[in-house]
């Protein structure tokens, strides 16, 4: 069956004793034993709770993978994969990442003696380059952030496998709707549930999805010991968010493309970044990675300084000024003052992350009314 027919339909079957359409919420912290000794499916909710599982199991199914594990946020999903490494290894990552994801890789795991080389990934050549014989993990994100680079992912894949080396793929921004890593060649998918697949900026998670049974089974042995688990109520709404994932993206894309070819012919506007454009250096390979959609992220530079972008984003009325995206609302925010304010200086600038840089997240909102208010709100500046 379709992609959104098994979103609809993925741990939702009618509960066998009341018929209850919605599975019932599993509160419960711990689990009654059959005998001392004798264990069912769950004992402690810590490692594994009957909720956490459907989402997991579903969010799995989805991506094509063998099995799914949910965490409090996405960092701590994240994190959860930093710890398959050890003291001298090296991770080799993307340039254009989550912000947070440079903080974890430069100011945490650095402390336990794991280095991290930052390269374009859509240089497959710099890829390749920046293997050494103590890489152990390749962390790509496509789309990047902020700058919507698109990285080929089969062609990283294969580099890297061919090297031994694991490669993550963090697909916040693409959701399974749009793009399934694993079936690319990736080892392990990741999401920050917090954007897309919760939806409605209500629900804080993370989730891995993996091919791999026995890597799974590494996984979900430094998810119990560590702790960061998703409870059940996020469970839930992640779960239920998968539902109307795919018609809430694609038509999040179809607006994100319209404001993007506005933005385009705009007099203050000095260049725009959205893969669907044709001259988006990644567009091919977007257009057949992506499902022939987009993303729903749109960025931007004006002409001017950093007051100019500024002035921008605090005179937009229908978009919220916030970082985060992924929701019904759409979000605007200027990634040097905000999402991306933890680099320093210096590494914003060597990264393309300029002083006047406007990030989009493109909500469900009529896309006429968004236009509007950009509108607007550049013509303040122009
Ligand atoms: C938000 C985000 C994260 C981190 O997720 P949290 O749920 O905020 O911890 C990681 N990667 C990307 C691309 C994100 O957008």
Redesign the pocket.
């Known amino acids: 069956m379709k992609f959104r027919t098994r979103a609809i339909h993925l741990g939702f079957d009618p509960d066998p004793q009341t018929g209850a359409v919605v599975p019932p919420i599993h509160l419960a912290t711990t689990f009654a034993q059959p005998a001392a000794g004798e264990w069912r499916e769950f004992d402690y909710s810590r490692s594994g709770n009957p909720t956490r599982k459907a989402f997991e199991n579903a969010i799995a199914a989805l991506e094509s993978g063998v099995g799914g594990l949910a965490f409090a ?4 999903a ?1 994190h959860c994969v930093t710890q398959l490494l050890q003291a001298g290894d090296h991770i080799v990552t993307g340039q254009d990442i ?1 912000g ?2 440079f903080r974890l890789f430069h100011k945490i795991i650095n402390r336990a003696g794991i280095s991290v080389t930052m390269v374009p990934t859509n240089d497959l050549d710099a890829v390749e380059k920046a293997f050494q014989p103590n890489t152990r993990l390749l962390w790509l ?1 496509s789309p990047g ?1 902020p700058l919507l680079t698109i990285t080929d992912i089969v062609a990283c894949a294969e580099i890297a496998h061919r090297h031994g080396v694991l490669v993550g793929v ?1 697909s ?2 693409a959701t399974p709707a749009l793009t399934r890593p694993l079936e690319l060649g990736a080892d392990i998918v990741m999401h ?4 897309y697949l919760g939806g409605h900026s209500d629900v ?3 989730v891995l999805v993996v091919r791999d049974p026995e890597l799974y089974q590494r996984l979900y042995f430094i998810q119990n010991a560590t702790g960061a688990v998703m409870g059940p109520w996020e469970s839930y709404l992640c779960h239920r968010g998968l539902r109307t994932l795919e018609l809430r993206i694609r038509e999040q894309c179809r607006s994100a493309m319209a404001i993007a070819q506005f933005l385009a012919g705009h007099p203050a506007v000095r260049r725009v970044y959205y893969p669907g454009l044709p001259d988006h250096p990644g567009h091919e390979i977007a257009a057949r990675q992506m499902s022939g959609y987009f993303g729903a992220m749109v960025s931007f530079e004006v002409h001017g300084d950093i007051g100019t972008a500024r002035k921008v984003v605090n005179s937009t009325r229908l978009f919220h000024l916030a970082v ?2 992924g929701a019904v609302e759409s979000l605007i925010e200027q990634p040097a003052l905000m999402s991306h304010a933890s680099y320093d200086p210096e590494a914003r600038r060597a990264h393309g992350i300029s002083d006047t840089l406007i990030r989009l997240s493109i909500g469900l909102e009529d896309p006429e009314d968004l236009i509007a208010d950009l509108q607007q709100a550049l013509a303040q500046v122009a």
């Open positions: 946020s996405g960092m701590a994240i989550y947070g994801t994100e952030n963090d916040t921004f920050s549930a917090t954007k804080l998670g993370g985060s995206l």
